[in-house]
T-cell receptor, first 115, second 111 residues
């Protein structure tokens, strides 16, 4: 069965370190997204991609970067981790071929703690 | 500026009764609205959606109502079951394939 996976599921790091969160989907979806979930804020979009070599900034992109070298993967990198980036991170994908209003499929999430 | 708002952080309902979750939005240009359900330690899962040209969409126990003049949508769950206990997010489609999410409502269905 097609799926979307994230790794690691839990990560503890120190302020200033570079961290990369992996996202891998086997749906063959062109669209991929990264969100962070924080209490009182819901899900906020960090970066998104509509296909290979395409990346775009979301509403909370400062301090994060992504790259899209193939259809399956969209790794999220925190260049220099800050305590404010402690959060739960979700990756999602969707298929533009299904038309507008299409649903997104979410990964299980990565809980990141920055000390 | 929160374009999609869920003003009730939590809701408790007796099993078998109706659960009504509400969502307000500010942008009249949103094309689609979706509801997602999220259990602890899992990613959100799609529940139901509605196009802005419709005012109702039904799928089993779940019905979404859209009131464009009031910029308001609601999710009705009838009858509510203990397994429905989760956090529910509404989301609005902005432009292409970007979704703006509300802050979520935690539903607790009491047995």
């Amino acid at each position: 069965d097609a799926e979307i996976t994230q790794s690691p599921r839990h990560k503890i790091t120190e302020t200033g370190r570079q961290v990369t969160l992996a996202c891998h989907q086997t749906w063959n979806h062109n669209n991929m997204f990264w969100y962070r979930q924080d209490l009182g804020h819901g899900l906020r979009l960090i970066h998104y991609s509509y296909g290979v070599q395409d990346t775009n900034k979301g509403e909370v992109s400062d301090g994060y970067s992504v790259s899209r070298s193939n259809t399956e993967d969209l790794p999220l990198t925190l260049e220099s981790a800050a305590s404010s980036q402690t959060s739960v991170y979700f990756c999602a994908s969707s298929d533009p071929g299904q038309g507008p209003g299409l649903k997104q499929f979410f990964g299980p999430g990565t809980r990141l703690t920055v000390l | 500026d929160q374009q999609v708002k869920q003003n009730s952080p939590s809701l408790s309902v007796q099993e078998g009764r109706i659960s009504i979750l509400n969502c307000d939005y500010t942008n009249s240009m949103f094309d689609y609205f979706l509801w997602y359900k999220k259990y602890p330690a899992e990613g959100p899962t799609f529940l139901i959606s509605i196009s802005s040209i419709k005012d109702k969409n039904e799928d089993g126990r779940f019905t979404v109502f859209l009131n464009k003049s009031a910029k308001h949508l609601s999710l009705h769950i009838v009858p509510s079951q203990p397994g429905d206990s989760a956090v529910y997010f509404c989301a609005a489609l902005s432009g292409t394939y970007k979704y703006i999410f509300g802050t979520g409502t935690r539903l607790k269905v009491l047995a």
